[in-house]
């Protein structure tokens, strides 16, 4: 297994984490995730086999004593220009891999009117961690990646 995405927040006295925000332009819109914003992950329409992904696999590693952390799952729309909540808020337990439904939306069909849109199929999605019950001091891990499996 390996979990492609990864970020890591760090909590101290002197450093307290501070919540991760919906990515946004210059002047205040929300925009997709760029680089530099390793909370975000971009899952394609289907596998180098056909198969399309189901779920995402989110992982988490923390200090000894790492709490339970509240966290929700956002999909940015290109068509729109918006982020939506994909989940409503879940728990992520430390050294356990938590699986969290997402939408595979399929292509458009090929016309003259949707020839630019680019492959609609794929998605950007955004984890924002509640850091509010990291209380213990040190390094809490995320590692995210697409699951093919539906049940």
């Given at each position: 297994m390996?979990?492609?995405?990864?970020?890591?927040?760090?909590?101290?006295?002197?450093?307290?984490?501070?919540v991760d925000a919906?990515?946004v332009?210059?002047?205040?819109?929300?925009?997709p995730?760029g680089?530099?914003?390793p909370?975000?992950?971009?899952v394609?329409?289907r596998?180098?086999?056909?198969?399309p992904p189901?779920?995402?696999a989110?992982?988490?590693?923390?200090?000894?004593?790492?709490?339970?952390?509240?966290?929700?799952?956002y999909v940015?729309?290109?068509?729109?220009?918006?982020?939506?909540?994909?989940?409503t808020?879940?728990?992520?337990?430390?050294e356990?891999?938590?699986?969290?439904s997402?939408?595979?939306?399929?292509?458009p069909?090929?016309?003259?009117?949707?020839m630019?849109?680019?492959?609609a199929?794929?998605?950007?999605?955004?984890?924002?961690?509640?850091?509010t019950?990291?209380?213990?001091?040190?390094?809490?891990?995320?590692?995210?990646?697409?699951?093919?499996?539906?049940?």
């Amino acid at each position: 297994m390996y979990l492609w995405q990864k970020f890591s927040r760090v909590t101290a006295a002197s450093t307290p984490w501070t919540v991760d925000a919906l990515p946004v332009d210059s002047v205040g819109n929300q925009a997709p995730p760029g680089p530099g914003q390793p909370f975000a992950i971009s899952v394609t329409t289907r596998d180098n086999n056909g198969i399309p992904p189901h779920r995402l696999a989110i992982a988490y590693h923390g200090p000894t004593t790492a709490p339970a952390l509240t966290a929700t799952l956002y999909v940015w729309d290109a068509n729109t220009q918006r982020y939506y909540a994909v989940s409503t808020a879940f728990t992520l337990t430390a050294e356990a891999i938590t699986f969290v439904s997402i939408m595979t939306i399929a292509n458009p069909p090929p016309s003259s009117a949707n020839m630019d849109q680019g492959m609609a199929g794929g998605a950007s999605f955004v984890l924002i961690v509640n850091p509010t019950a990291a209380t213990t001091n040190g390094t809490y891990t995320f590692a995210m990646g697409p699951d093919l499996v539906t049940n």
